[in-house]
């Protein structure tokens, strides 16, 4: 028995000796050219690791950008597109405008006989299909006598004193206004009373 115990006694003197090399061999090693490289290389790793991280952290940022202006792109060409619809007569309706206003001026005169009664019928019936398709179109005419002048919707040409009128009321009106659904697209040209 007192072989088995000092042979347990030996190898644990070989393994204490052991044990002290390594942490010696451990020690030296550190101070070596090799573990200062490894030393290095991490560092150099956690930096590139770094520089990775912040040009990720800029291209989500980017991205996160171009998407909210690529989103507020597509919002406008929305939009644009709806009120393209949604006025889509109005280069029509300005050019037959003058055509209205003679409609309106030939209506104006007084027949004489039968065919210029007749006439003056027909110009009327086809006045009025114009005025129909204008309407379902969208087109409103602009009532300015009697209204308050306000220049979104009226153009004053001449001033009077009227005292049948009120102050900055419309007395008469030379050309008719009209409006396509909320945009006026020719104001009325109107007598204003001071």
Do not use: C, W
């Not at 409609?103 to 027909?122: S, V």
């Amino acid at each position: 028995m007192a072989d088995e115990q000092k042979q347990m006694e030996d190898q644990e003197t070989i393994h204490q000796e052991t044990e002290e090399k390594e942490a010696a061999e451990a020690i030296f090693a550190e101070g070596t050219p090799e573990a200062e490289t490894e030393a290095a290389d991490d560092i150099k790793q956690s930096e590139q690791l770094a520089e990775l991280q912040a040009k990720l952290d800029e291209s989500e940022d980017r991205y996160i950008r171009l998407r909210a202006d690529f989103d507020n792109f597509r919002r406008r060409m929305q939009l644009d597109r709806e009120a393209s619809e949604k006025y889509r007569a109005q280069a029509l309706i300005t050019n037959l405008l003058p055509a209205i206003d003679n409609f309106e001026r030939a209506m104006q005169i007084t027949p004489d006989n039968e065919q210029t009664k007749q006439l003056l019928q027909g110009v009327e019936m086809v006045y009025k299909s114009i005025q129909e398709a204008l309407k379902q179109e969208g087109i409103e005419i602009i009532e300015s006598v009697g209204k308050e002048f306000d220049p979104y919707y009226h153009q004053a040409i001449m001033q009077v004193e009227d005292e049948s009128y009120g102050s900055n009321v419309v007395v008469e009106e030379f050309q008719k206004g009209y409006i396509l659904k909320d945009r006026v697209i020719r104001p009325s040209m109107v007598k204003v009373n001071q």
